[in-house]
């Protein structure tokens, strides 16, 4: 299994992850990981607290000659912002009249109210600072030692978005191999420019009216073998585990796999993806083939051999400039929710966490079906099963 857990606050010394399952053998440094730590701090449309942040992983175990020696790889972001914030976040109790005033006024849509009531906080910030998308950080780091094993299996994991407060991109005819690197280039994670101009006017719209927008991101992973995940149990199907995980992520508000919520209104013929088997030509063997991929890569709860494509929509961030009515919680008092510097949209932030999200579920699914304490011990269960895939796919 590859399983992992996150500690740290948003503006506490440091971010921290410990992951399992790291087989022994893979190489891991910290450059891969940086790469995408970087990438998730990209993105028009972010406060203040990205110029102050250059997130970076370190390395506290489980490393060795920049080999996984199969114990826990602990990696450590550490919060630059820190040293603004040693008085409001110290861990020692504070002296008489030290401490900040409580901040008591929930935001709509924040986890404020819900994690107050929940954990008896008097002061709201004993809860944003753990609820915070900060913590995206900590899995995207995960999720770039996922990528590092994925990678192994000529897996790969990309993402585009494909609306902004709603504004819509057509990105339906643009080949899936493509479409990550396209999106690499554009402020806004769009594959599409006609629609990246519309979509950074839409934000700075936004940003003046002191308000904030969500949007919709795909997520696309390539390379994947068919038999990932199962029918046998409720908790095994991988759709079911990648809902879980993108819904995990600070915001978001629906799922789908493939043609997802349009596939309940057209009937099973428009559907469904038509099988074909080509008979092998030149270079080519003969495989199995779909006439289209409207299931988004699954079927019965596993991994079918073609492209995951799978979507994730975000509501717009909670914290607006333009304050919605709230209540002081300890007054009763109708007053403007409270107001911290924030985002103004962080889709493509969060297409890259999906990315990670994704790719933390398809490793850990790698590592339940090939196994091994060891690289190589894992590449040799996945070479033969590969064969017999090989075999029940070849011409008679
Ligand atoms: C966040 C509020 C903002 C964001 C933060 C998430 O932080 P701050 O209050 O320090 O300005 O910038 O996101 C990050 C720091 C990050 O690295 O993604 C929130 O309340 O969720």
């Known amino acids: ?135 995206t950080a900590t899995l995207v780091a995960v999720g770039a030692v996922a990528r590092i094993l994925l990678a192994e299996f000529g897996i790969s994991v990309v993402s585009h978005v494909v609306n902004i407060g709603g504004v819509k991109v057509n990105a339906d005819n643009i080949d899936l191999r493509q479409v990550g690197a396209l999106a690499e280039d554009s402020p806004v994670r769009v594959a599409d420019k006609d629609a990246e101009a519309a979509i950074i006017a839409a934000i700075d719209a936004a940003k003046y009216r002191g308000d904030t927008l969500g949007g919709t991101f795909e997520v696309v992973a390539l390379g994947l073998p068919v038999g990932l995940g199962s029918y046998t149990q409720w908790d095994t199907r991988i759709d079911g585990k990648l809902a879980q995980a993108l819904m995990s992520i600070q915001a978001i508000k629906g799922v789908e796999v493939g043609i997802g919520f349009g596939a309940a209104d057209v009937p099973g013929s428009q559907v469904h993806d038509a099988f074909y088997y080509d008979q092998a030509e030149g270079e080519e063997a003969a495989h199995f083939r779909r006439g289209s991929n409207n299931a988004g890569g699954t079927e019965g709860g596993i991994s079918n051999g073609e492209p995951l494509v799978i979507r994730a929509a975000m509501k717009p961030i909670a914290t607006l400039m333009k304050q919605l009515p709230s209540v002081n ?35 850990d699914l790698m590592r339940e079906k090939f196994g091994g304490d060891s690289i190589q ?13 090989a075999v029940r796919t070849a011409q008679k």
């Open 329 to 363: 919680l300890q007054t009763k008092e109708g007053v403007p929710a409270f107001a911290e510097r924030s985002d103004v949209c962080a889709v493509p932030a969060a297409a890259v966490v999906g990315e990670a999200m994704v790719a933390i579920v398809l490793a």
């Open 1 to 135: 299994m590859f399983r992992f857990l996150t500690a740290g606050e948003s503006h506490g010394p440091a971010l921290t992850a410990v992951i399992e399952g790291v087989p022994a053998g893979l190489t891991i440094t910290a450059e891969p990981i940086n790469v995408q730590l970087k990438r998730r701090q990209g993105g028009y449309g972010r406060g203040a607290r990205q110029k102050i942040e250059s997130d970076t992983a370190e390395i506290l175990s489980g490393i060795r000659f920049g080999q996984a020696m199969g114990s826990p790889i602990t990696l450590v972001v550490r919060n630059r912002d820190w040293a603004n914030w040693t008085v409001k976040m110290s861990v020692e109790p504070l002296g008489e009249g030290e401490a900040p005033p409580e901040i008591t006024v929930p935001r709509p849509g924040h986890a404020d109210f819900t994690g107050m009531m929940k954990f008896g906080h008097d002061d709201l910030r004993n809860t944003l600072e753990r609820s915070s998308a900060r913590n």
């Open 377 to 389: 011990e894992m590449r040799a269960n996945y070479d033969s099963y590969q064969a017999t895939i």
